[in-house]
């Protein structure tokens, strides 16, 4: 029982971070029908960022919130200066932008703050200590039912519930939210009762990257080392989170993002000798493979007429 | 004179520029591996195994519209066919490659199953899992006994004799001694080999009546089951085609560099998107495309990789790079990559057609078939 | 007084020129009626008026010129589309979808909460389904949906482009009473494009006959009705 609350909460906080990725997939995905290849690295640069500010000496608190606003101005950037006008061309063109920002975000992590370890190919790793958010020390944790549960594991939870809370909230009860959501829902008609849709969509790569960035900070805290591989299995975990949860459902992508942390953890830790620490990926692309296959739309997905 | 000037399909002076064309890549081919530094001939080399798994990805996304961004994971296939049967079983490498593209075709036409209900960036996402999933299958507890596990294995390649060097296929020695004592060029002429398969392959679907079932498909599903092209079987075969052709130049790695590991860059992910960025930096859904994304890419990486250094990069572009000390090369080509969809969507191929038609135009002959072939390749400088 | 005042307006999609220089006049209370055949241009005229298309030519709305100034600008000096096939926000609620038509107002939550009461009692249907997913709805009531939508701005002139599409009969007529006991109750003036003629005419101020991008007749409902050719040539009856 200790060991499965144990795994449980494991799960979870892993999950959490999963989640959080994934609620950025999802918030671009509504807003605009792209799957945003570049999430992950969108959130390793401002996680990056965010070790510099440390390394200059600002706290971890306000570290962690100038990473999230380098976040925004990066993915809004990006939504202006390279998605909104390559998605006039093809869904096609978008999708190799992104994979061209994925790649050159990824060679701009080992150029700036990567060092000479690195190989020419830029997919090398630089290890560094990383100042946790939560406090992580051998001794931070407390018992409930025999299980020993980390205190960073307990506020990465409360971390995700509010932040997924807040989306929430500005989802369904605010004005941009509901800009947002119509933007999603028909955009030409967004128009026509006087939406900036431009300005929404903008603000929406820029909500997406910076809570993506927040994930990025609480992953490499939990990792305590940041290297440029980082985000490639998060990003599949995130993004197995969103297509179990739907691809349109922000409250879908943390229940599928807890979901895929805790089965990860259970199957790992209950099947080791089959699955172990490095089939992990493989649970994530059986999620992945079976939710598209049987149920497109996801859990809490609404289907719509494919797109591409 | 003005431009441009129009040449008559199949007149005079378009033959002369076919064969023209022909005659320089020829030459080019036969200056490499002889003439050529060892650097040279290594880069080439490199470059070829590209040039095929590229090509290999076209096949599927340009006349299929499919996206895979697992390809990294059937160069793997080959890279570990060969591996294994070389060093477990005691198999002529040789023997491996028509293996690797059976054990491939098969992996491939498993995974085009779910791929007929998946679409577009979905597609992208599952093989994009496929290529993370590899190199952890590969480093399973479970297949140690074969793969070895994270370790890799060693002794992949041919077991020369020092002394006498002779590529021999079943005591047959069909490319001859072309540089004394140097095993480089053997490996040059194989990698040759295999992009002229693929490219025949990929050229004789592209032309066949299959190949026009093909682009059907890509322009809309729909129509072409209306039309009764039949999408599964023709799916599934392009992409177990696919997938065979990207482990060719799998086990020709395997083979070059007598070891292998499950972490080294064109089995992962970043594998993947190399082949990805080579393709459509080349100009997608063209024949030509990946074999000029591939020189391409492979001379910027080379050209670059001593920039680490600041010392090294020529003094232009000195104060653009020598504030980091990371190789520049893969950041460029993303860059070129993203600047390349705003202006010229369909790379470089498609850069050379606009250029070519404001100088010459090729007048199809009026009841034949229009033939607009610019095959040249830019030659690769060291 | 003349309300909305276009000359020589012109639009198109890319390379395209739909609409070749319009001249058109909306005045204060009037419901003036567009008719033509598809591809005329009707839904051009309209998209360009609401500022989503690129259009070029003098465009005024009470008095100020509005031809540089984007949608939402449009919709806070009072222009509102109806757009064709309704246009509304499948995905949201009825009353979300209200709430998206007051997007460009500032005047609190409580005013438009009012208003959405108010356009509940003229749309007594739309408040059964309050909580209902737009893309639920009948066709019809999706109409009406659009409607209110448009009203939530607060508009002073409101563009229906084809409301009666895909209608039965008995419920276009419905939505034509509707729209003119808008205009006789709120003052609201309309412009209504049409190819069902029958039906709108008799409730038009004036008509525009359009043709390939141009206008090709204009007049009162009477005289339009009046011309034998044109009547023959173009409504039909």
């Known amino acids: ?308 | 004179m003005s431009l441009p000037i129009h040449l008559r399909s199949g007149g005079l002076p378009s033959w002369a520029i076919r064969v023209g064309a022909t005659l320089s890549v020829a030459g080019l081919l036969l200056w490499i591996p002889t003439h050529g530094s060892d650097s040279l001939i290594d880069t080439c080399t490199t470059a070829t195994m590209l040039m095929a798994a590229a090509m290999s990805l076209n096949l599927l996304l340009g006349f299929t519209g499919q996206i895979s961004l697992g390809h990294s994971a059937f160069f793997g296939i080959g890279v570990y066919t060969t591996a294994i049967g070389v060093t477990r079983w005691g198999w002529s490498p040789f023997v491996t490659l028509p293996v690797a593209f059976a054990v491939a075709f098969v992996v491939g036409v498993l995974v085009s199953l779910p791929a007929l209900r998946i679409k577009g960036v979905y597609l992208a996402l599952v093989t994009l899992a496929l290529g993370l999933v590899f190199p952890a299958f590969v480093k399973w507890p479970k297949i140690e006994w074969l793969t070895n596990g994270s370790r890799g294995l060693d002794k992949t390649g041919f077991k020369f004799n020092k002394a006498n060097p002779t590529y021999e296929l079943f005591g047959w020695n069909p490319w001859g001694n072309l540089r004394g004592q140097n095993v480089k060029p053997f490996y040059f002429w194989v990698g040759v080999s295999i992009v002229a398969l693929v490219y025949l392959v990929c050229r004789g679907i592209v032309k066949s009546r299959m190949g026009r079932s093909l682009v059907a498909i890509r322009d809309n599903s729909t129509a072409a089951a209306v039309m009764g092209v039949n999408l599964a079987v023709t799916k599934g075969i392009v992409f177990g085609l696919s997938a065979a052709m990207c482990a060719l130049p799998g086990s020709l790695s395997a083979i070059r560099t007598g070891t292998v590991t499950p972490d080294s860059a064109l089995l992962t992910v970043a594998g993947s998107i190399t082949f990805l960025v080579i393709m459509v930096v080349g100009g997608s859904g063209s024949l030509w495309g990946p074999v000029l994304g591939a020189v391409v890419y492979q001379f910027i990486i080379e050209r670059t990789s001593g920039w680490s250094d600041p010392n090294r990069i020529p003094g232009a572009v000195r104060p653009l790079f020598s504030w980091s000390d990371v190789a520049p090369g893969s950041g460029i080509f993303a860059l070129t990559l993203i600047l390349l969809m705003f202006f010229a969507p369909f790379g470089i191929v498609g850069l050379w057609h606009k250029a070519v038609a404001t100088v010459v135009t090729v007048v199809p002959k009026p009841a034949g078939t229009a033939s607009v072939v610019h095959q040249e390749t830019a030659p690769p400088e060291s | ?237």
């Open chain 3, 1 to 237: 007084m003349t309300l909305l005042s276009a000359r020589g307006l012109t639009a198109g999609y890319g390379p395209l020129k739909v609409l070749e220089g319009i001249d058109l006049d909306v005045n204060e209370g009037e419901i003036v009626v567009m008719l033509g055949a598809n591809g005329a241009g009707k839904t051009t005229t309209m998209r360009a008026i609401s500022g989503v298309i690129a259009r070029h030519g003098e465009i005024t709305f009470g008095g100020h010129n509005i031809q540089k100034v984007g949608p939402d600008a449009i919709v806070r000096a009072g222009i509102v589309q109806v757009p064709q096939g309704r246009g509304t926000f499948p995905e949201l609620s009825v009353e979300d979808n209200m709430r998206a038509g007051a997007y460009v107002r500032r005047d609190g939550s409580g005013a438009v909460q009012a208003d959405i009461a108010k356009w509940f009692e003229l749309f007594p249907r739309l408040a059964e389904r309050r909580t209902q997913r737009a893309g639920s709805l009948s066709g019809g009531e999706q109409q009406m949906l659009a409607i209110a939508r448009a009203l939530m701005s607060r508009p002073r002139l409101l563009l229906c482009d084809e409301p009666s599409m895909g209608l039965a009969p008995l419920i276009t007529q419905e939505l034509f009473q509707i729209i003119e006991r808008l205009n006789r109750d709120e003052g609201l003036s309309v412009l209504l494009v049409e190819q069902n003629a029958n039906l709108a005419m008799h409730m038009a101020s004036r008509v525009y006959l359009l043709e390939t991008g141009r206008i090709v007749a204009s007049g009162t409902a009477a005289e339009i009705g009046a011309d034998d050719t044109i009547r023959k040539a173009y409504l039909g009856f």
């Open chain 1, 1 to 308: 029982m200790a060991l499965f609350l144990q795994r449980l909460v494991d799960g979870l906080s892993e999950g959490s971070i999963y989640a959080l990725l994934a609620l950025g997939l999802v918030i671009i995905y509504r807003g605009t029908g792209h799957l945003n290849f570049a999430q992950g690295e969108m959130a390793l640069f401002s996680t990056y960022a965010v070790y510099q500010f440390g390394e200059w000496g600002v706290p971890i608190g306000l570290a962690v919130l100038m990473g999230m606003a380098v976040g925004f101005v990066l993915g809004a950037g990006t939504e202006v200066v390279l998605v909104r006008p390559i998605s006039r061309k093809s869904p096609f063109a978008v999708f190799i932008v992104t994979i061209g920002l994925f790649q050159f975000l990824n060679w701009l992590d080992g150029a700036l703050w990567g060092g000479q370890q690195l190989p020419s190919s830029a997919m090398g790793s630089k290890q560094g200590k990383f100042p946790s958010l939560f406090p992580n020390n051998p001794t931070d944790y407390f018992n409930v039912f025999g299980a020993a549960i980390k205190w960073q594991s307990f506020w990465m939870l409360v971390l995700v519930l509010v932040i997924g809370g807040g989306l929430y909230v500005m989802f369904n009860y605010t004005k941009l939210g509901l800009a947002m959501r119509a933007v999603a829902s028909n955009s030409e008609s967004s128009k026509l009762v006087g939406i900036r849709t431009g300005t929404v969509l903008m603000v929406s790569w820029g909500i997406a990257a910076a809570v993506g960035a927040l994930g990025g900070v609480v992953y490499a805290g939990l990792t305590t080392n940041v290297n440029q591989s980082l985000m490639f299995s998060v990003f599949i975990y995130a993004a197995a989170a969103a297509t179990l949860g739907g691809f349109d459902s922000p409250g879908g992508a943390v229940v599928g993002g807890l979901a895929i942390g805790v089965i990860q953890n259970l199957v790992a830790g209950y099947a080791d000798e089959w699955v172990g620490q490095q089939m992990k990926v493989g649970v994530a692309f059986l999620v992945i493979l079976a939710v598209l296959l049987l149920r497109p739309a996801g859990l809490f997905g609404t289907s719509k007429v494919e797109r591409v």
